[in-house]
């Protein structure tokens, strides 16, 4: 239901009024003061989400997670939270955040982060059995010479 604002011209009295939106039609509405017709006028218009306010509700944009599948095998966990920050929309913010962090680190003579290794190690063994399989084929085809019985 919306909040219409009201002026009378007699009183000088600006009050809000809440009504149904199936009156948003009225152009005026009787004065509390006077009784007479105040006529809506123009104010500041406000929305707000269902659920709170949007800074609440998202996180914050450094600690973003990608999923498992579609996080590289290279990627440690601030690379991974700038691409995931990037598929929201929102990496020039990221960006923004960290260089401020950086900055207030360098004014308090704090050391550089040392980057993270990876945060889920796994093995290319996939990669190693096909090299296997790869060289075994190569043996199998390669034709040793016998010797030749004595004559």
């Known amino acids: ?4 604002e009201c002026r009378c011209e007699r009183c000088e009295l600006t009050f809000e ?3 149904p939106l199936s009156s948003s039609g009225l152009k005026s509405r009787p004065c509390p003061n ?6 809506r006028i123009i104010s500041a218009v406000s929305f707000t989400v269902e659920g709170g306010a949007r800074a609440s ?18 990627m440690d966990d601030r690379s991974a939270a700038r691409y995931a920050a990037y598929k929201h929309g929102r990496g020039a913010e990221y960006d923004d955040k ?16 040392k980057p993270a290794a990876p945060a889920h ?5 996939h990669l190693q059995v096909a090299a296997a399989r790869k060289a075994k084929a190569a043996e199998a085809k390669t034709i040793t010479k016998r010797p030749q019985p004595p004559a």
């Open 1 to 4: 239901m919306p909040l219409y």
């Open 17 to 19: 009024v809440l009504a």
């Open 34 to 39: 006077c009784g007479r017709a105040a006529r």
């Open 57 to 74: 509700s998202t996180p914050d944009v450094t600690q973003l997670k990608v999923p498992p599948p579609a996080r590289l095998c290279w």
């Open 98 to 113: 960290n260089h401020a962090r950086e900055e207030a680190a360098k004014k308090r003579d704090e050391p550089p982060p």
């Open 121 to 125: 190690q796994h093995s290319h063994s």
